[in-house]
């Protein structure tokens, strides 16, 4: 399959699992799904970045090789919504290996305390500064009160999420 022209076939649910099912649990196919994204343009970028966190979603292991690159790419100015959405959810579906622990918080960090970012980028940031915390409890003093005054101003859904965070963080 020729990964940039499926991307800019369509953009849709059934174009993203027609992408997801091709690449299965295949290490050489994701590898290729990540040269796609990181190669662009702007809008195969934006639109590999879905299939991109449903293969993570699926087969977690996938993304060790490239999660350098993949982090690299998404702390760029020019990174599209799409792609800051996809990859910071995807984050949520894995466990950060040590090395990369530091660098995927101070990207959730900025990520969330920025208001002018996505209501979506911001709350998955928010799960995995939740999920990071529950490993590195010296974390968990600076989340468990970023979040409470982050709620205030949220959406009903930020602020559902927010509440079962702190509910895993406090328990």
Same mark, same amino acid.
């Given at each position: ?24 649990? *295949?290490?050489? $196919? ?6 796609? &994204?990181?190669?662009? /343009? ?6 590999? !970045? ?7 979603e ?13 982090l ?6 020019d990174?599209?919504? *799409?792609?800051? $959405? ?6 949520? &579906?894995?466990?950060? /290996? ?6 995927? !918080? ?9 208001h ?48 079962k ?7």
């Amino acid at each position: 399959m020729d990964l940039k022209k499926a991307a800019l076939k369509e953009h849709s649910k059934a174009q993203c699992r027609i992408i997801v099912n091709y690449i299965g649990h *295949s290490r050489s $196919r994701f590898a290729d799904l990540v040269s796609v &994204f990181l190669a662009g /343009p702007y809008r195969v970028t934006q639109r590999i !970045a879905w299939p991109l966190s449903y293969c993570i979603e699926e087969k977690p292991d996938l993304i060790h090789p490239h999660l350098n690159a993949i982090l690299k790419y998404v702390q760029q100015a020019d990174a599209s919504v *799409s792609a800051k $959405r996809n990859v910071i959810r995807l984050l949520q &579906f894995i466990e950060i /290996p040590k090395k990369h622990q530091g660098t995927v !918080a101070d990207i959730c960090f900025k990520f969330f305390n920025d208001h002018k970012e996505s209501i979506a980028v911001r709350a998955f940031s928010m799960t995995v500064l939740a999920n990071l915390a529950m490993h590195l409890p010296e974390l968990r003093n600076e989340v468990i009160p970023l979040i409470e005054d982050q709620m205030p101003y949220g959406s009903a859904g930020f602020i559902s999420r927010g509440r079962k965070l702190l509910k895993k963080l406090k328990g």
